[in-house]
């Protein structure tokens, strides 16, 4: 699994339930044309959208606000932050293009340059155990 090797990391998630249907209804409103895939352009415009303050930079709180509400716990959402922060190797505190840039290729599994829904769903599922474990959530 790319997202393992590319971090190092074992997840031992015990019992962490997500939630299918979640996962599934983030990734409509990201395909902005609707033809069930996810291009690069359509997540950097999801990118701009959540960067309020337009300094080419997505803060936690901004991160935050672009989720729909009450979708993830708090622990998730600062977890999975980080997760995505350090994609370049490095963690900087931000999210910026190039975050979107690896994260595009983390989604894109067959490296056809779309994401499919069961790309975004297998990827994003394994991003939230990732940010379970390292968020410490066991339920
Ligand atoms: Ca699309
Ligand atoms: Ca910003
Ligand atoms: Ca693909």
Redesign the pocket.
């Known amino acids: 699994m790319k997202i393992i090797i590319l971090l190092g990391v074992v997840t031992a998630v015990v019992g962490y339930s997500y939630d299918d249907a979640r996962i599934n209804g983030d990734f409509v409103p990201?395909?902005?044309?609707?033809?069930?895939?996810?291009?690069l352009d359509?997540v950097f415009t999801k990118f701009l959208a959540d960067d309020e303050n337009g300094n080419c930079k997505v803060s936690l709180r901004e991160f935050a606000d672009g989720l729909r509400p009450g979708n993830y716990s708090q622990d998730i959402i600062r977890a999975a932050y980080e997760f995505y922060d350090k994609l370049d190797g490095t963690a900087h505190g931000f999210l910026d293009p190039f975050t979107i840039l690896h994260l595009f290729k983390l989604l894109d599994d067959d490296n056809n340059q779309?994401v499919s829904l069961g790309e975004h769903l297998k990827a994003v599922r394994e991003i939230i155990q990732i940010s379970a474990h390292d968020a410490g959530v066991t339920r």
Do not use: H, P, R
């Open positions: 990201l395909d902005t044309n609707n033809d069930g895939y996810l291009t359509e779309k």
